[in-house]
T-cell receptor, first 114, second 114 residues
């Protein structure tokens, strides 16, 4: 069975600091991996996805993530946090069986303070 | 371009009451999904519809039914609401059911069952 673990339910950074949100996955087959962002009172939006092309994936709003098979990780980073990055972030892995049934992590709430 | 539209935005039910959550998408997507979001648990798939005319159970289908009315619309019905169904419900759609097709989410329905 596939699963996703997000380390840290809350992360707080200063504006301009590095953002690092951690995601580890479990999968018996090569996974597809995703990061989604949720702003207050909204649905989720896709930030980026890994689909076995390049291991370093660039997404929207300056975010990127690196797929590391040896570590079964897909951590999300941004070099310099902005106040507008405050949101909840979800890592997800595609469900085995080839269908688009995503398994989501529990989420990490990012706070950005001045 | 509205994307994925969910109605209602908020609903309060008494235990045992029934209701239907409505979802419509205008992106000509083939696949549609219903998720529930609970604190600390991320999103869990309730039901999905890979294409018009088909539906299938997800991770937590008990207590729910769905109808794929046409390509645009996918409704979720609670026949006899229970307090354990208090949650935020999200409808999503994707162009196809293959497992790297991004999901587009609605803004959610916040349901409280007393």
């Amino acid at each position: 069975a596939q699963s996703v673990t997000q380390l840290g339910s809350h992360v707080s950074v200063s504006e301009g600091a590095l953002v690092l949100l951690r995601c580890n996955y479990s999968s018996s087959v090569p996974p597809y991996l995703f990061w989604y962002v949720q702003y207050p009172n909204q649905g989720l939006q896709l930030l980026l996805k890994y689909t076995s092309a390049a291991t370093l994936v660039k997404g929207i709003n300056g975010f990127e993530a690196e797929f590391k098979k040896s570590e079964t990780s897909f951590h999300l980073t941004k070099p310099s946090a902005h106040m507008s990055d405050a949101a909840e972030y979800f890592c997800a892995v595609s469900h085995s069986g080839g269908y688009n049934k995503l398994i989501f992590g529990a989420g990490t709430r990012l706070a950005v303070h001045p | 371009n509205a994307g994925v539209t969910q109605t209602p935005k908020f609903q309060v039910l008494k235990t045992g009451q029934s209701m239907t959550l409505q979802c419509a998408q205008d992106m000509n997507h083939n696949s549609m999904y219903w998720y529930r979001q609970d604190p600390g648990m991320g999103l869990r798939l309730i039901y999905y519809s890979a294409s018009e005319g088909t539906t299938d159970k997800g991770e937590v289908p008990n207590g729910y039914n769905v109808s794929r009315l046409n390509k645009r619309e996918f409704s979720l019905r609670l026949e006899s609401a229970a307090p354990s169904q208090t949650s935020v419900y999200f409808c999503a759609s994707s162009l196809s059911e293959i497992n790297n097709s991004p999901l587009h989410f609605g803004n959610g329905t916040r349901l409280t069952v007393t």
